[in-house]
Nanobody, 124 residues
Framework: VQLQAYGGGLVQAGDSMTLSCVVS????????AAWFRQVSGKEREFVAY????????YYADSVKGRFTISRDNALITVYLQMNSLKPEDTAVYFC??????????????????WGQGTQVTVSS
């Protein structure tokens, strides 16, 4: 399974941005997916999770109400719509996938497949 993330860049505080992650090489509709982010020198941080059918979603408290995760199984793509961006959202964003659901969905170690990361920079 290969993941390729798209859509990072530089925006101003209050702007919106959408990240996309194309998941190929496996049966995407059987995989759960998530977004994480990481600031240099810090641990990778959970952002959002979506179940294989898209019906269940979880968010980190820091992004709840501003970010929306979604997926299109026909397009084998996971999205992260980010609104009202803040400077503290600046990070490298990673998409992740796994074949199995786990209650540890917010822990990076439980995901087998990762994208390469895309930089999101929010200026104040």
């Amino acid at each position: 399974v290969q993941l390729q993330a798209y859509g990072g860049g530089l925006v101003q505080a209050g702007d919106s941005m959408t990240l996309s992650c194309v998941v190929s090489g496996g049966t995407f509709s059987n995989h759960v997916a998530a977004w994480f982010r990481q600031v240099s020198g810090k641990e990778r941080e959970f952002v959002a999770y979506v179940s294989s059918d898209g019906a269940t979603k979880y968010y980190a408290d820091s992004v709840k109400g501003r970010f929306t995760i979604s997926r299109d199984n026909a397009l084998i793509t996971v999205y992260l719509q980010m609104n009202s961006l803040k400077p503290e959202d600046t990070a490298v964003y990673f998409c992740a996938a796994d074949r199995h659901y786990s209650t540890r969905y917010s822990q990076s170690a439980r995901y087998d497949y990762w994208g390469q990361g895309t930089q999101v920079t929010v200026s104040s």
